[in-house]
């Protein structure tokens, strides 16, 4: 089973045309705050008993506190534009989020998501009109709440836990973002790391397909990785 996490501000029909191009069963997860999903308890009650997890930014972040809390239901992690954590400005980034979020509380969706999708890690990414639509349509409050719960400034340093982990993972960053691309050089030395080239931070978006070949030849290595362990264990 492929459990997949969007990101801050989208929903599982993100993931539809990456999951109509793996050969395995998904599910498709709505994070706290977004959908009808309320509370980190509900959400971590609706992971499968095992599962790969691929998780996109906020979603890359809970599917890494939710490994780190039950790795006995982890097959492997794939995390695409996913910070692992902070090792130093931590409180700034609290304050910043606070500052979004006050933003979504007093001005509105529309004004947020222009302020939101003009950041540098969007550079190449124009949101669709579909997708512009779904997300006028979001509560302001309920996100500022995630904005605050759930900011990386919040979040334990996962960098000093990932080796210890008895599972694989994968790290997937776009080319052309810069902050998550020195993330990617970081970890390579450690990690399989993939680079999209072309794209920002939304690559999950912006190059379906390409991340969809890269989740699937991941998949079967998982497997294959399993299965000689079995053998070697006879």
Not at 27 to 50: A, I, M, N, V
Not at 115 to 142: D, E, G, I, M
Request: charged share 25%.
């Amino acid at each position: 089973m492929i459990t997949l996490l969007h990101g801050f501000l989208g929903d599982p029909s993100d993931w539809k045309e990456i999951t109509s191009h793996l050969n395995a069963p998904c599910q498709t997860l709505f994070l706290p705050g977004h959908g009808t999903e309320e509370s980190w308890t509900s959400f971590e009650s609706r992971f499968p008993e095992k599962s790969i997890i691929v998780g996109y930014s906020l979603g890359g972040r809970l599917a890494l506190k939710f490994a780190a809390r039950h790795p006995e239901q982890v097959k492997g992690l794939i995390l695409l534009s996913t910070r692992p954590g902070l090792d130093k400005g931590r409180q700034e980034r609290i304050l910043s989020d606070e500052a979004c979020a006050k933003l979504l509380e007093t001005e509105g969706m529309e004004r947020f998501l222009e302020k939101w999708y003009a950041q540098p890690l969007f550079s190449s990414f124009l949101l669709p009109p579909a997708l512009l639509k779904k997300r006028l349509q979001l509560s302001p409050n309920r996100l500022a709440k995630v904005l605050r719960d759930y900011s990386p400034g919040r979040f334990p340093n996962y960098y000093l836990m990932l080796k210890n982990f008895s599972f694989p993972l994968v790290f997937l960053f776009g080319e052309n973002d810069i902050t998550y691309r020195r993330i990617g050089k970081q970890l390579q030395s450690d990690f399989p790391v993939h680079f999209i080239q072309g794209c920002s931070h939304a690559i999950h978006l912006e190059y379906p397909l390409a991340c969809a070949e890269i989740i699937q030849r991941s998949i079967d290595e998982f497997s294959s990785d399993e299965r000689n362990r079995v053998e070697t264990s006879w």
